[in-house]
């Protein structure tokens, strides 16, 4: 039977486990949905058993469970490590939400639910093709399944798993989806991320919240305080200003940003998808560049004072935010988190205190595109799209891509295929129908192409 036969007797099937697989609200950030993390673990390993894996195991850590699961063909054939993660991020806010985020539907020929795409459908590619792979005696090398539940909450517990387990991890290669590619008609495969730096900073004045016509003019106003340091954190260009923030930048060569030119990009259909009137962002690079290859600043969420129905005239007591910084290669998070939290408290006046914490982060990292992983990757791309993909850099961050290759030697191919219209990390995230049973058909190619290229 042939790859794609398989795929159309057990379409539907496939679909309706992913839908099963969305049900379950596997939120890592909120304790409230722990049940349903831990559901989700077992839902993956019943799953990878169900493909013919050998070795299924839920790995339990200080947090939420690693799933683990092997088919070793041949202690001689080379093998591939599949990572991907079953949490996903929390889906505020609801009001937004065409469709319940948990009660997955099919509009357009797009799966609708949280997790769609990052990372319940991607991740479950990978089962659908091993399965395919199973059942049509077709597997041609090593493969083992390292699923972890807190990537959405910076993946803590798993650098301590894989050090404690590299021989188990022994591998040839990383294979990763988890990243998008251009469009359904423009493959592409990411070679680089950014890093990065998420911080949390707390802004205190008066010792209880104050009536603001008593104290008034009188007293400081830490939401007021807070906006002018924030916006203090960048200058005229849009550039962060910060001592040092730019002091390791890579930067690209003229001939490399030439190269990242030629993908097809339309700054109209841009601003059209996201109605805006005008783009923003660093003076001197394109909008493409912006987002990938050069560091950046966001304020992610603000809060302080009165925020109900009606009018309540106070002075907060406190002002808070959450700051992240995506970083290029050369830049360590680190160095930035001490580089952010000196600048913060120094840049505060005395009528207020400051407290800063760190949350997670991760190096950049920049994979390379002439390792035969790469090459097998890109001909499997090649044979179900019929084009060649387009080498990209992307502006996300996958921390782990560099803890695997610290701890375990190896690299990583970042084989995605959702889109940057797929609504990740927002409201009404979805998933296409094309793109899910396109990733089960490309990926036995590239098993097939990764073993005849490692002999």
Avoid at 6 to 31: C, G, H, M, Q, V
Avoid at 118 to 139: I, P, R, W
Avoid at 297 to 312: M, S
Avoid at 341 to 357: C, E, G, L, M, R
């Amino acid at each position: 039977m042939t790859i794609q036969n398989y795929i159309t007797e057990n379409k539907d099937r496939f679909i309706n486990e992913l839908i099963d697989l969305l049900r379950i609200p596997s939120i890592s950030a909120d304790p409230a949905y722990k049940e349903s993390v831990f559901k989700t673990a077992d839902e993956v390993k019943k799953r990878l058993v169900e493909a013919g894996a050998d070795n299924v195991e839920i790995c339990q850590t200080k947090g939420y469970p690693v799933v683990y699961g092997e088919k070793i063909i041949s202690p001689s054939s080379p093998t591939v490590l599949v990572y991907g993660h079953y949490d996903v991020q929390p889906p505020d806010p609801l009001d937004l939400w065409t469709s319940p985020p948990f009660e997955p539907v099919i509009k357009d020929e797009k799966i609708y639910a949280r997790g769609a795409c990052d990372d319940k459908g991607q991740m479950y590619m990978h089962v659908k093709a091993f399965e395919l792979m199973m059942k049509t005696n077709s597997l041609p090398c090593n493969i083992k399944f390292m699923i972890e539940g807190e990537e959405e909450v910076g993946s803590d517990n798993l650098g301590i798993f894989v050090k404690a387990n590299k021989e188990r991890l022994k591998a040839d290669v990383v294979l990763i989806s988890d990243t998008g590619m251009i469009a359904n008609d423009i493959p592409s495969i990411t070679v680089g991320l950014r890093g990065l730096s998420y911080m949390e900073v707390e802004v205190t004045g008066p010792n209880r919240d104050l009536h603001s016509g008593i104290y008034g003019g009188a007293v400081a106003n830490p939401i007021n305080i807070l906006c002018e340091m924030i916006a203090s954190l960048h200058d005229k260009d849009n550039k962060v200003n910060i001592p040092g923030f730019y002091d390791n930048v890579e930067i690209l060569s003229t001939e490399e940003r030439a190269e990242m030119a030629k993908a097809p990009f339309s700054l109209e259909e841009y601003k059209k998808h996201l109605d805006l009137s005008d783009i923003h962002g660093e003076a001197g690079y394109s909008t493409n560049e912006r987002v990938s290859i050069r560091p950046t600043l966001d304020v992610n969420g603000i809060w302080g004072g009165y925020t109900g129905e009606g009018a309540k005239t106070v002075i907060a007591s406190k002002a808070s935010a959450k700051i992240s910084m995506r970083l290029v290669p050369n830049q360590t998070p680190a160095e930035i988190t001490e580089l952010f939290t000196k600048h913060f408290i120094s840049i505060a006046p005395k009528s207020v205190k400051v407290k800063v914490t760190a949350h997670h982060g991760g190096d950049a990292a920049v994979t390379p595109t002439d390792s035969i992983a790469y090459q097998a990757a890109a001909k499997a791309m090649e044979t179900t799209f019929g084009k060649k993909p387009i080498p990209q850099r992307t502006g996300g961050s996958i921390p782990i891509v560099a803890l695997f290759e610290k701890e375990l030697g190896l690299k990583t191919v970042l084989f995605g295929f959702g889109l940057d219209s797929d609504a990740i990390h927002s409201p009404n995230e979805h998933y296409g129908v094309f793109n899910y049973l396109k990733g089960i058909e490309t990926i036995p190619h590239f098993f097939k192409n990764f073993a005849e290229m490692s002999k």
